[in-house]
T-cell receptor, first 115, second 107 residues
Framework: DVKVTQSSRYLVKRTGEKVFLECVQDMDHENMFWYRQDPGLGLRLIYFSYDVKMKEKGDIPEGYSVSREKKERFSLILESASTNQTSMYLC??????????????FGPGTRLTVL | AQRVTQPEKLLSVFKGAPVELKCNYS??????LFWYVQYSRQRLQLLLR??SRESIKGFTADLNKGETSFHLKKPFAQEEDSAMYYC?????????FGTGTRLQVFP
C-alpha cells in the first residue's frame, strides 16, 4: 500500500518566516509533486520532480522553491512566507509513466496559515 | 491550451437520485482522464480512470471525444458519496485538475 506522508497537518507561521514542508513516499516513485488546494480554484501545481535533484516549475511557482536530495523526499520551501500563501498544501507521488497514465498518490495535506 | 472545466461548484441531490458531475476538457492529443475524490477528513484518492473502463462504487464515466467530456455518473446516489470530486487530465507525467465539484447527498 502506497504511503505518502507529510511532516505536519497544521502549521502556523508569521509573515516573512522561512517555511519548510516535507513529504516522504515509500514506494520508490520517480515523480513527486507539490500542489496547493484552494476553494474554487481546485488543485494547482507548484513544482514537480522527475528524479533526484531534478525539479520543474508548475503553474504557480512564484514564492516557492523545492529540494529533492533523496528519491523518497521532496521538500517545499517558502523563502519568505506571505499571507496569500495561506492554503492547504498537498504532496503526491507517482511512478514514471511508460506511455500509459498512472495514478498519483496523495499525502494527507498540510494546512498552512500565515499570519 | 490544456484545460479541465467543472462548471458546477456544488451539486445537491437526495439519496436515491441520479447524479451526474460534469467535466469538459481541452486537449490537443489523445486524452487520459481521471476522477479523483476527497471524502471529509480523508486524503485525495483516485476514483476511476477512463482507460480502465470500470465502475467504482457504482460510478462510471465515459469519454466522449466529440463533446470533449468525461462526466461522472451514478444512477442512485448514497449519503456516503458526499465528497469533493475533481476531474483531471494527464499531460505527460503531470495532472491538470479542474476546480472541483462538491457533491452533497441528503437523506
Amino acid at each position: 500500500d502506497v504511503k505518502v506522508t507529510q511532516s505536519s497537518r497544521y502549521l502556523v507561521k508569521r509573515t516573512g518566516e522561512k517555511v519548510f514542508l516535507e513529504c516522504v513516499q515509500d514506494m520508490d516513485h520517480e515523480n513527486m509533486f507539490w500542489y496547493r488546494q484552494d476553494p474554487g480554484l481546485g488543485l494547482r501545481l507548484i513544482y514537480f520532480s522527475y528524479d533526484v535533484k531534478m525539479k520543474e516549475k508548475g503553474d504557480i511557482p512564484e514564492g516557492y522553491s523545492v529540494s529533492r536530495e533523496k528519491k523518497e523526499r521532496f521538500s517545499l520551501i517558502l523563502e519568505s512566507a506571505s499571507t496569500n500563501q495561506t492554503s492547504m498544501y498537498l504532496c503526491a507521488s507517482s511512478p514514471r509513466t511508460s506511455g500509459m497514465a498512472d495514478t498519483q498518490y496523495f499525502g494527507p495535506g498540510t494546512r498552512l496559515t500565515v499570519l | 491550451a490544456q484545460r479541465v472545466t467543472q462548471p458546477e461548484k456544488l451539486l445537491s441531490v437526495f439519496k436515491g437520485a441520479p447524479v451526474e458531475l460534469k467535466c469538459n476538457y481541452s486537449y490537443s492529443g489523445s486524452p487520459e482522464l481521471f476522477w479523483y475524490v476527497q471524502y471529509s477528513r480523508q486524503r485525495l484518492q483516485l476514483l476511476l480512470r477512463h482507460i480502465s473502463r470500470e465502475s467504482i462504487k457504482g460510478f462510471t464515466a465515459d469519454l466522449n471525444k466529440g463533446e470533449t467530456s468525461f462526466h461522472l455518473k451514478k444512477p442512485f446516489a448514497q449519503e456516503e458519496d458526499s465528497a469533493m470530486y475533481y476531474c483531471a487530465l494527464q499531460n505527460t507525467d503531470k495532472l491538470i485538475f479542474g476546480t472541483g465539484t462538491r457533491l452533497q447527498v441528503f437523506p
